[in-house]
């Protein structure tokens, strides 16, 4: 059994490769590729090759360099080498270590070509053009990646067209409408193009595309016809059938080249978008999933302390307990509506609304916080008016903005709260010692922006800002004297 030994930085091209010599009844045992020449060397010192089929886009070495290597350590005597080049130059350091076991074959080829060279090489039967299968659509082996199918029932037309783009995409043709049907339907992952003929036997360019377009396997595969018609009507029903885009014979290299670029293009950054499209359903699915099961599974632990603070004798303190955790509860519950509103989705339901418990429950929260700074708050009540919003969208936004307070505020220091009353309006303000970093004051309002505090989410500001506009409101800061942080939010009224 001979062993084959190809050697080519593309995966392609080696695939490709040995697809062919599989189709000239070689075992695929008997077929070893590698993507280097140090590989090569490696595989040689343990199995020598009977035929080596070498190219020069290697990243490490040149074919003369592996060559002289190679016959250096004895372990290529005698194989003969067929080698793949692009520039001519490389060939004539190889043929001057190689006599006459050297075939060359130029990059780009079809497996025509390659089958002929590894004859002459050889004299192998199995790579004459009687033994070779020819059941398989003929292909021009390039290692650009991308692929276009071209359907024209003239070889001089297939062979113009792929001429043109042989050296940019890899090439399968096909010479009638059944057999490129038959070639999607087991290929339509590979190909990115297809080039049509309209004028063909039996099955027209028409019924082709008709067909490519009502397979869901091959209908987002861009079709640009290849015609000598250039009547409207004709033009019109290429694209009612499904086509992109038509050339007209004789072909102009340039143009051709130009639009199949552009199309394919088109079609793989659709094909980003679609799989980021996908990938942000999922993201936001999980996300909405993790939200409720967070809200599922710390309601139980809340509810126990809920109950467990009932029994406390201090009557004070059990108050400031439940407080604190139905604050927590709600935000528990709010947590997936922010989202919604992230997202655009949420429907924004107003009722008239006291304000005043809803800032006390605020700083109930934040008290434990603030007594262990020493730090005092004020709370002062102008209002008579209800407003017209949600009372857990305000309670977020007071909680957010007392508690962001809390932590900027010195030591020892006040923070002092108003409410006041407009004409269409109730403002909230919270005025605290401390004043925002310099860094952070233009992207203060950004999701994630912190000024530093260590447990701080940086999402504070961001989600009280976004809790406001929700409302109909609006949310500002300003810095005085360089020496206090005021932040004041206007909610509309009833």
Known sequence: MKHILIIDDSRLAREAIAKILIDCNFDKSSIASVENGQDALDF?????????????????????????????????????????????????????????????????FDRDALCKSLHQLTGANCFSEKQVITAAPKRVISDTGGSVLIVDDESSNIEVAAGILRSHYRIIA????????????????????????????????????????????????PVIFLTAKSQIEDITKGFETGAVDYITKPLQGEILLARVNTHISLKRNQEKLAQ??????????????????????????????LFQAGKIKDVPLASAIKTTVNNVIGMINLSLELYKIEQGLYEFTPAPTQLPPLVLDAITG???????????????????????????????????????????????????????????????????????????????????????????????????????????????????QEQFTVFTVTLPAH
């Not at 005698?78 to 520039?87: G, K, M, Q, T």
């Not at 007594?371 to 002062?380: G, R, T």
């Not at 929700?470 to 800061?477: E, F, K, S, T, V």
């Open 366 to 480: 934040c008290q434990l916080d603030a007594q262990s700074k020493k730090v005092s708050i004020k709370f002062k009540d102008n209002t008579k008016k209800l407003a017209n919003v949600e009372p857990l969208l305000c309670l977020s936004i007071f909680n957010n903005l007392i508690k962001n307070a809390v932590e900027a505020a010195p030591p020892n220091s006040k923070i002092s709260i108003v409410l006041e009353e407009a004409e269409q309006a109730l403002s909230f303000t919270c005025k605290n010692a401390g004043v925002v970093p310099e860094t952070l004051r233009h992207t203060l309002f950004d999701k994630y922006a912190t000024g530093n505090i260590k447990q701080g989410s940086g999402l504070g500001a961001y989600s009280a800002k976004l809790l406001a506009e929700a409302q109909g409101g609006h949310i500002q800061y300003e810095i005085e």
């Open 174 to 221: 096909a010479k009638n409408g059944k057999q490129a049907l038959q070639i999607l339907a087991k290929q339509h992952q590979k190909i990115d193009l297809v080039l049509l003929d309209i004028m063909m036997p039996e099955m027209d360019g028409y019924q082709v595309c008709e067909a490519i377009k009502n397979s869901s396997d091959t209908q987002k595969i």
């Open 44 to 108: 040689m010192a343990m199995q020598p090759a009977d035929i080596v089929i070498i190219a020069d886009n290697l990243a490490d070495f040149t074919p003369s360099q592996i060559i002289a290597k190679a016959k250096e350590e004895g372990i290529l005597n005698v194989a003969p080498v067929l080698l793949l080049y692009r520039e001519p130059s490389t060939f004539d350091a190889v043929k001057s270590q190689i006599n006459k076991s050297l075939v060359t074959l130029a990059k780009p």
């Open 276 to 305: 980021q499209v996908h990938q942000l359903q999922e993201t936001a699915q999980l996300r909405e999933d993790i939200e409720k099961i967070t809200q599922h599974d710390l309601k139980a632990p809340l509810a126990s302390i």
